[in-house]
């Protein structure tokens, strides 16, 4: 996977780097946190300039954020509901807290949310369900990203040649992260069908 995020950056500069965080904020195969010190650590080759690195990143950001509002917007609350309900793994429950919480902290929660891990995606249905000012979200979605961004981007790229060692020790525990993500995905389930059950009982 690193290598394939390099690749992308390094061939398609700040394009690519958008595509991967797009990516990472609709279906996150591997988080931020990864992909943009990657992107600094291409701009420190020269591959790409580290203003292409941030702003591909935020840009990826914002359109994917921007989709997940235009979906969550279309299909409304009850009918989101109704969707996780059916999908694996989730519930209504789980729209019902991230509705709740943008209920009490407000646009608020959209700053502050893009720099917490899954948040910065969930973020956006919630927004999207209350129909938030379309502009004030992309602003507040546009700021808070960049903020994320460049400190991850500067990160890699300050570290230059030494996020070669970082990979490395990425790829010698690709196994054991793999792992500890199947173990948490197994225990996930397991309380969501306890969950279920014991509804299902009452």
């Known amino acids: 996977m690193t290598n394939w995020l390099v690749g992308l950056m390094s061939v398609m500069g700040g394009l690519g780097t958008g595509v991967a965080v797009l990516l990472e904020n609709l279906f996150p195969p591997i988080p931020s946190e990864v992909i943009l010190p990657l992107a600094g650590f291409t701009a420190a080759q020269g591959r790409m300039t580290l203003a292409e690195a941030i702003g591909g990143a935020t840009a990826g950001s914002v359109i994917g954020a921007l989709m997940l509002y235009g979906v969550a917007y279309a299909i409304g609350a009850e009918r989101m509901r109704r969707l996780f309900d059916r999908m694996p793994l989730t519930d209504a429950t789980d729209i019902d807290k991230a509705n709740a919480w943008f209920a009490r902290y407000g646009l608020l ?30 602003l507040l979605t546009a700021v808070g990203s960049a903020v994320w961004n460049t400190i991850l981007v500067m990160a890699g790229y300050l570290l230059g040649a030494g996020w070669c060692s970082i990979l490395g020790l990425l790829d010698r525990f690709q196994y054991a992260v793999a792992a500890v993500a199947l173990a948490a995905l197994v225990w996930y389930v397991v309380v969501k069908v306890r969950s279920r059950l014991a509804a299902r009982r009452v």
């Open 109 to 138: 929660s959209v700053l502050i949310g893009r720099v917490i891990p899954i948040v910065r995606s969930l973020i956006s249905i919630p927004a999207g369900i209350a129909s938030t000012d379309l502009a004030r979200f992309t």
